[in-house]
C-alpha cells in the first residue's frame, strides 16, 4: 500500500502545481465569458461581459484571438473545480487512511509465517520475494553451455543474454532464466526469461534471438514462437523479443531504456 499512498502524494503534488497554474491562467484572462451560437451549422461567438448577460458582443474573425483565450477561461475555470474537488478527496482519504493497510498485514508477517500463507494483497517487494522463492525446473538440456556468469551468481548461455539478465538486476526486475512455459499437456519450451511487472502481478515473457541471421536457428525459433502463439503468449502483449545477428549486435542503451519504459522504471 505504500506504493499507492506514493502515488497519491505524488498526484496532489501535480494538482496543487496545476492549481497555480490555472489561477495565474484565470487572473490574466479577459472579462467575461464566451458564449457560441451555431444557426443551421453556422458557429458565431459572442463577448458576453454583463453578469446576467445572455446575447454579448459579436466577435469577428479578426478578433478570434479573444475568442480564444475566452474559451479557454471558460475551460480552466471547469478545470480549477475538477482539480480543487480531487485534492479535497485525495486529502480527505489520506488523512483518513488506517495506519495499516491490507498489503502491511502481510509484511509484518514473520518470515517464517509468509512461507506458510497465500497473501491476498502483497506490496511488490513482498511479491516479488514470493515469485523469486518458487522453485522451478530449468531446462535441463545442455548444461555445458551455460557458461556466461551474471551479477546475480547464475550462469547463462551467451554474453547478451548475460548482459540482459544483469540490466533486469541493476534495475530491480524480478526475472527467472530459462524458465519452463507448458505448451501442450506435459509438453514444455523454455523462455529465456520470464519477467515479474511487480506493479501489476503480471509476468511477461522475453525471448532473445541472438542468431536471426543463421536460417536453421531462426526457423527452430519461429517454431517455438508460434507454440507461443496457441497459447496466447503474443509479442506485445506478454512477449518482449530481442533480436540481434553478427553484423547488428543488442543494443544494451536502447534495451535498458524500453524496458524502464515498459515497467515503469522511469
Not at 27 to 44: I, W
Not at 64 to 79: E, F, G, H, S, V
Not at 202 to 226: A, S
Request: with cysteine; net charge positive.
Amino acid at each position: 500500500m505504500k506504493t499507492l499512498l506514493m502515488l497519491f502524494r505524488r498526484r496532489l503534488e501535480e494538482l496543487r502545481i496545476a492549481e497555480e497554474k490555472t489561477l495565474n491562467q484565470i487572473k490574466d484572462s479577459p472579462e467575461g465569458s464566451l458564449r457560441v451560437a451555431n444557426n443551421d451549422g453556422f458557429v458565431r461567438y459572442y463577448h458576453v461581459t454583463q453578469k446576467n448577460g445572455k446575447n454579448g458582443k459579436y466577435i469577428r474573425n479578426e478578433s478570434r484571438d479573444l475568442a480564444c483565450a475566452l474559451a479557454q477561461k471558460d475551460y480552466n475555470t471547469r478545470l480549477l473545480r475538477s482539480i480543487q474537488k480531487e485534492k479535497t478527496a485525495i486529502m480527505s482519504f489520506l488523512n483518513n487512511y488506517p495506519g495499516q493497510s491490507p498489503e502491511d498485514v502481510y509484511s509484518d508477517l514473520a518470515p517464517a509465517r509468509k512461507m506458510l500463507v497465500s497473501a491476498a494483497f502483497m506490496e511488490g517487494k513482498d511479491l516479488a520475494e514470493k515469485w523469486l522463492s518458487q522453485s522451478f525446473e530449468a531446462n535441463p538440456s545442455f548444461p555445458e553451455e551455460k557458461v556466461f556468469a551474471t551479477k546475480r551468481g547464475e550462469f547463462v548461455r551467451s554474453k547478451s543474454e548475460a548482459m540482459i539478465a544483469d540490466a533486469y538486476f541493476d534495475m530491480g526486475i524480478p526475472y527467472k532464466y530459462d524458465y519452463p512455459v507448458e505448451v501442450e499437456p506435459g509438453r514444455y519450451r523454455y523462455v529465456d526469461f520470464a519477467v515479474l511487472d511487480v506493479r501489476n502481478g503480471k509476468v511477461f515473457y522475453h525471448e532473445h534471438l541472438g542468431r536471426v541471421d543463421d536460417p536453421d536457428y531462426l526457423r527452430k525459433n519461429m517454431r517455438k514462437i508460434k507454440e507461443y502463439q496457441r497459447i496466447k503468449i503474443f509479442s506485445g502483449k506478454n512477449l518482449m523479443l530481442t533480436l540481434e545477428t553478427e553484423e547488428f549486435p543488442l543494443d544494451m542503451s536502447l534495451f535498458r531504456q524500453n524496458v524502464a519504459e515498459l515497467f515503469g522504471k522511469t
